[in-house]
């Protein structure tokens, strides 16, 4: 391990970046100094730059990517200039899949090892030593591409432990994983802290599972700048404002309703712990596992909240249309790996379905299923009491509009204008075209893009036109896949309110999602499945007193419902009223 | 000896420009697997020497690659990798593949060679690609024994095998690296420096 | 889709050097080229289906069922060479109209045919033998490519099943927007708008890998350390020395017979009468 003389591990410097000679600076005057040991967690949207700061941390700006650069980055007293650092910083990157360049597991740890000289003799211990610290000491010899997303993320890692830095640089490593995956990357992140005197510089979204391992907080803003450094009670405390309220961690959004309810905070808790002793200490009349949860059911019942049955088994009951029936569904991969098990799925008219569920449990394949992507080996489909297996083709496409994860993947033409008339072309002649397209530009925020190349547009923008031409025929079914997938909570918000403006509109939305904060704000109705079946719906707040449901398929809860689990009721932060109840059993009304 | 992107040398790959290299090697690679099948399927419609007029995409490879990464060895390099995904994805051609790979690289290598890789007009692309199917008719000649068969053939399989190059792998190549590069994807590769 | 023409196992043409395996398959695979008679390729073949199951373990039957669908190629090939051949010619087989088929020219057709199933045969038996980063070890330490270069054909394998799941999912994307059609032109047209997508996604794949090497050192150093490296071994050459010698034999073993043909047969002839 490179051991640094000097008391800062990582110097900036008054440092600005640009990609472009002449063109904006994406990073401006940006100065901190990070101790040795220190864990940094730097947020802020998406674009601001922070990605372009990890990149210049490690030199990989201007060595690998041409930029221009003003200022210093010092590296335990070294400039970082023209060279690159081997071994004294590691980065992890946001995707996986592009990390990894060997064909099996074992090789990939050794690549560093490789560049670094190390002999050969050595390599063996280096390899299995950060296999098992990473959970993957059983897959050393496995091929790579057999592997999770969230282990190729793990291993991605390992490949950077072996290595031995004293500081890591963690770029949105959570951003593309699952649920599970991200729950051992923490684990693996904990470990890492726990285990050796480590600089850690760390870039997420993910600020309620981030903030229990952070010694400090570095906040930026759209410009480039830092906008907040400090200790992050410090940083939270005092509240961001405007819009960099988003990074606000549940915890403090929870205890600055509490505060402006009248009840006095002396220190903002930040993690689960410290929220719960809060909350006891104000409301000490809650009782552990008891308390809110039975005195909640015999108050006024939520009208708002749509009772729908809770057993996996669809309801045939209410008399509204079924817009998809799936019913036994089976279906198997060329290469026989089972996709979906007997998939029974319920979705009325007008409702909005999460549809959740760890990597590989089947989500994407009953989507293709239902769009007639793919045809199942047993089991009946059906779309508004039409069966999907008399339906050719072309005809699913009057259903369903179906986004992908990858907006790119649909793109057809090289102009956002030509790609929205492809798809209104199909129904509308060319006389209304000019119309239809102007109509669908204004409604998701596109005009004045009509002859860009839809490949150069900005990652919400792609979103948006991907879903602009799912909607164009006006199709009753919009299937959603991952459409937040590696966004900041700020962009994710903006589309979402798209797409509730187009549930408002009447149609039916199912959203294939792993971010539980997704669901409990828009879902009306969730599906999780689990190894091909979808073994429970209902609404979230349902779900989230399944605790075995949850278990079983890895998913994790928002920092709201955890709370609530453990204060006796799990959708108890969910509604809007939790302030007057808690107050309210307090003062001993209930 | 630490070298970096401002490295004015002109005949040292990134690695940027190497893995991209890669990537798109494999991308056609891929491709020319399914149009292989396509070739096989059309020969009964064209004739053995007919079927020639769709032989220009093979060469494509050669062209596209220097055209974006624009160093010395893209060429070949690109063709050969191009080879080995077919040959790792089951071509019935096999090794041969991968030696006629390297011939026809070798052939556009050799055109840009002669203007020390700084030409990449539409006239050099073509000619690169002319003259990568003319290697390969020569490998070809030797592989499947030319020489035996009547000269009005040879001369055909020759012959069709020009045009088919000039525009499915010179024109054809310029217009897919134009299209590329105006999605924005190529910002870091020297195609876009100009 | 898992790509994995590699079968792992433990012959001697597993353990063997991928560079040198290499060279000498194409050689046993470049032979007979030289000549013009059926039965050498025939010879050959034969050949590569021993040395598939001494020194492979690999079973004939096998090696020629994966070469099946093929068949059909090698039918057409031995037409068309048959009905072109240009050569001496003597006994006349068919008159159809325009069409002439001499003895010689369905020898030769058959010959052509045979060869394209050497071909076949000997790269399905260099694939399912050489694991890929053996073979990117081997052309580094005994072809002395640069490095660099080297690693650069392992990624290339990386990108082999990215890009064939990458595009399942344009083809599913394009379809869910309509306009799908059967057909040849159609087929083409797909060929062209799928490409754009797939090239730009890969490019972008492709950056970051480069990211992520560079980030830990790829390219830097002057020194470097190998985990697997490949050696030549004494085995290695004398598999090829006995490879040589093989060839040698079974030529001049075909000429005893009287059934070399072709512009080499003379100087093979000419060497036996010595």
């Known amino acids: ?590 | 000896m630490k070298k970096n992107i401002n490295d004015k040398s002109w005949a040292r790959w990134t690695t940027v420009e190497l893995i991209v290299t890669a990537v798109i090697s494999v991308a056609f690679g891929l491709l020319f697997m399914a149009y292989s099948l396509l070739y096989v399927a059309l020969v009964p419609v064209f004739g053995q020497v007919g079927i020639m007029i769709f032989l220009g995409l093979y060469y494509i490879i050669g062209v596209l690659v220097p055209y974006i990464v624009r160093r010395p060895g893209a060429a070949i390099l690109a063709s050969f990798l191009a080879a080995l995904t077919e040959l790792a994805v089951g071509t019935p051609f096999g090794i041969a593949a991968l030696w006629a790979g390297l011939v026809q690289g070798a052939g556009a290598e050799a055109v840009f060679a002669v203007s020390r890789w700084r030409n990449y007009r539409w006239y050099t692309l073509i000619l690169a690609a002319i003259v990568s199917g003319i290697f390969a008719f020569g490998y070809e000649y030797i592989l499947f024994s030319y020489g035996s068969l009547e000269p009005v053939v040879r001369i055909g399989l020759f012959l069709v095998r020009i045009p088919s190059a000039a525009v499915l792998a010179g024109l054809l190549g310029k217009v897919i690296g134009d299209a590329l590069a105006r999605t924005g994807v190529l910002r870091s590769l020297r195609i876009s420096k100009r | 889709m898992i790509f994995r023409s590699y079968t792992e196992g433990n012959s001697f043409l597993h353990r063997m050097n991928p560079a040198m395996k290499l060279l000498t398959l194409s050689l046993f695979l470049m032979v007979p080229t030289l000549f013009l008679d059926p039965a050498t390729p025939l010879a050959f073949l034969l050949l590569s289906l021993l040395l598939a199951l001494i020194l492979g373990r690999i079973s004939p039957f096998k090696l020629l069922h994966q070469m099946a669908p093929f068949f059909v190629v090698m039918l057409g090939i031995c037409v068309f060479s048959s009905l072109f051949y240009g050569g001496p010619k003597s006994e006349l087989l068919l008159h159809l109209g325009p069409v002439t088929v001499y003895r010689e020219g369905v020898a030769f057709g058959l010959s052509i045919g045979l060869r394209f199933l050497c071909v076949l045969s000997y790269s399905s038996i260099f694939v399912r033998t050489t694991d890929p980063t053996l073979l990117a070890s081997s052309l580094i330490h005994q072809v002395h490519l640069p490095y660099r270069i080297g690693y650069t054909v392992l990624t290339a394998y990386r990108f082999i099943p990215i890009l064939q799941w990458e595009l399942s999912n344009i083809r599913d994307a394009h379809k869910i927007r309509g306009g799908y059609r059967e057909g040849i032109w159609a087929r083409l047209g797909r060929i062209r708008r799928y490409g754009i997508p797939l090239l730009s996604n890969g490019i972008r794949r492709a950056e970051r890998m480069a990211i992520s090497m560079d980030a830990r050192g790829f390219g830097t150093a002057l020194k470097r350390t190998y985990y697997r490296p490949t050696s030549l071994r004494t085995s290695d050459v004398l598999f090829l020395i006995g490879s040589v010698l093989v060839i040698v034999c079974t030529l001049i073993g075909l000429n005893r017979f009287g059934l070399l043909r072709g512009f080499l047969a003379g100087v093979a002839e000419s060497l036996v009468e010595h």
């Open chain 1, 1 to 590: 391990m490179t051991e640094f003389m000097t008391e800062f591990a990582i110097e900036v410097d008054r440092f600005s970046c640009r990609y472009l000679e002449n063109g904006p600076w994406v990073l401006e005057n940006v100065s901190f100094q990070i101790r040795r040991g220190e864990t940094v967690l730097l947020l802020g949207p998406s674009g601001c730059g922070k990605s372009t700061l990890a990149l210049c941390l490690k030199g990989l700006i201007p060595h690998t990517i041409a930029g221009e650069t003003r200022g210093k980055v010092r590296i335990g007293g070294t400039s970082v200039g023209e060279e690159i650092e081997i071994s004294g910083e590691g980065i992890v990157f946001q995707d996986p899949e592009s990390q990894l360049i060997m064909p099996r597991v074992d090789e990939e740890v050794a690549f560093g090892l490789e560049n670094m000289a190390v002999p050969l003799s050595s390599m063996d211990e280096r390899i299995d030593r950060a296999l098992s610290k990473c959970g993957l000491a059983s897959y050393k010899k496995q091929l790579v591409e057999t592997l999770s997303t969230g282990q190729m993320q793990r291993l991605a890692l390992a490949s950077v432990m072996a290595m031995q830095p004293s500081i890591f640089i963690f770029d949105e490593p959570t951003a593309n994983l699952d649920p599970e995956g991200t729950e051992h990357f923490y684990q693996d992140l904990r470990a890492l802290k726990g285990s050796m005197e480590v600089t850690i510089f760390l870039i997420e979204h993910r600020i309620d599972m981030a903030l229990p391992l952070v010694d400090r907080v570095l906040l930026m803003d759209q410009n480039g700048r830092i906008a907040a450094d400090g200790e992050p009670h410090q940083v939270f405390e005092n509240g961001p404002t405007g819009r960099d309220r988003i990074w606000l961690p549940t915890a403090c959004r929870l205890t600055e309703m509490l505060k402006n309810g009248g009840y006095a905070v002396s220190r903002t808790p930040l993690s689960l712990d410290e929220t719960e002793a809060l909350f006891r200490r104000v409301f000490p009349r809650l009782q552990i596992n008891s308390g809110v949860s039975e005195r909640a059911s015999i108050s006024h019942s939520d009208p708002a909240v749509p009772r729908h049955s809770s057993v996996a088994s669809p309801s045939a009951s209410t008399d509204k249309v079924p817009a998809i029936a799936v019913r036994g569904v089976s279906y198997s991969y060329p290469s026989g790996q089972v996709a979906l098990d007997r998939a029974d799925l319920h979705i009325d008219e007008g409702t909005f379905l999460a549809l959740i569920g760890a990597n590989g449990s089947g989500k994407s394949t009953l989507a293709k299923a239902i769009s007639g992507l793919i045809r199942p080996k047993e089991g009946q489909i059906s779309l508004f009491n039409q069966p999907a297996n008399r339906l050719r083709g072309s005809q699913f496409m009057q259903y369903i509009g179906y986004v992908f994860q990858n907006p790119e993947h649909q793109f057809v033409t090289e102009r956002v204008e030509d790609e929205l008339a492809y798809s209104l072309k199909r129904q509308y002649p060319p006389e209304d075209l000019v119309f239809r397209t102007g109509e669908l530009l204004d409604s998701f925020a596109l005009r004045g893009f009509e002859e860009a190349n839809p490949f150069s547009l900005s990652q919400g923008q792609k979103r948006r036109l991907s879903v602009a031409t799912m909607v164009a025929l006006k199709q009753p079914i919009l299937i959603l896949d991952e459409p937040t997938f590696g966004q900041d909570p700020d962009s994710a918000r903006l589309l979402m309110q798209h797409v509730q403006r187009l549930h408002k509109q009447g149609k039916t939305i199912v959203l294939i999602t792993h971010d539980m904060h997704l669901v409990l704000a828009y879902g009306e109705l969730t599906a999780v499945m689990y190894r091909g079946r979808v073994i429970f719906q209902g609404t979230p707040d349902e779900l989230f007193r399944e605790s075995e449901i949850l278990v079983r398929a890895s998913l994790s809860p928002p920092f709201e419902v955890q709370l609530g689990q453990r204060l006796g009721d799990p959708s108890l932060f969910t509604r809007g009223d939790w302030l007057e109840r808690l107050s309210a059993l307090q003062s001993g009304l209930l």
